[in-house]
């Protein structure tokens, strides 16, 4: 089918979701019906030649029609994006269905080997590398699953059979070490894990902590000395789970909290400090200052606790807490006032004193927008507005591999234009952060709304 046609096609597609009531089966939260190998990508600007890899992004793009009244964005089949770069050239855009098996069931494929019986459920959170390999992944108990470096699903993985329970799809990477740092929890388990994941990819248990209300904890942080636990109150829900809806909600019987678990995994000497009542699904970085615990966070007021659908998303903000050891008390600052989501940073800071952070607008009626980059030294935040019609996704920073400041280095980001209905990647000089992009790579399709995205150089895959 000629290119054209495809846009053609999509645009029907976006169009008759449109008449859905469901606001993540519409516009580019819709899914899109194709998988791509597409080659001939047109570029504006100069792509830099020391970016060498793979440009990943993952989201739900149901492989079937969902209902309507019951379908949450949280539960949509996988779809993993990927753009290729060499040496200054677009060598190609691909998109494959993370290969579940609810999703080979739909596409009527063979379903892929697994180690040990997980549910089918899909996997469609994040997407990285661990050990060289790619793994596409999600929190709550279905097994991480293997891909290609031509993003096809090869099969579930246990890593090796060290992987005994759920995983999770936010893994913290410590730059000083290597190893990936984990809370996983799953729906019928009265305990959050703590596992260590080593740079071969090995997962060990480290601590099991105890909670019998069964919290959702999306994301985790490290510091120097601690793992820190968000137990905020979005609880496992029976009544939501067997009527087929998203199985959490918010609770307000439930105490928010805080805790700092020691990373030698000693439950005993955790700290738990009183929290907010609010829920944060990502941290943008912790770290120690003294005697205090810097968590900086996108706080949502409440989450999941009105309707079927949006249940009462809010304006998240991104807010620093300050946890005094010898208090025990939590302190709360607003860091910026935009309305924002999917924070990220310099990855050599994880878990250290950072100053940058990068977030994407995400407002309350479910709309991206602009990139923006926090200076939480001066306060001042800076805005990169795509245009009118233009939306990102989470922006992900890649340091240059000479870069001497923490912000010398590039955003990329998969941008949305509405005006045309298609995708591009966009590339921004960090230190020139409200000037013309340096590059943007158009798609010849459209990339729907997802979650998260990684930047995988060839240097840090096994087999590139
Ligand atoms: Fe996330």
Known sequence: MATEEKIKDRTAETQSAKNSANPFLVANFAPVADENIITDLAVTGTIPEELTGRFLRIGPNPSSMPNPKQYHWFLGTGMVHGLRLKGGKAEWYRNNFVLTDNAARDLKRKQLPYPRKTHGGSVNTNVLNIGGELYALVEAGALPMKLDGDLQTTAYSDFNGTLTGAFSAHPRRDPLTGELHVLAYQPGKKYIEYLVVDKSGMSRTAAQISA????????????TSFVVVLDLPMTFDLVTAVSGKFPYAWNRKQQPRIGLLPRSGDVGSMRWFEAPSCYVYHIMNAYEDGDKVIVDVVKNSTYFDAGVIRRGITSPTLVRWVL???????????????SIEFPRLNDSRVGQSYRYGYTAQFTADLAFGSAYKHDLLSGETFEHNFGAGRATMEPVFVAKANGKAEDDGWLLSYVY???????????????DFEGEPVATIHLPVRVP????GNWVADCDLNAP
């Open 449 to 452: 709304f997802g979650f998260h």
């Open 417 to 431: 234009d509405q005006n045309t209905n298609r995708s591009d990647v966009v590339i921004l000089d960090t230190q």
């Open 212 to 223: 019998p209300h069964q919290p959702m904890i999306h994301d985790t942080a490290i510091t």
């Open 324 to 338: 005094d050891l010898r208090t025990g008390k939590l302190s709360e600052t607003q860091l910026a006032e935009q």
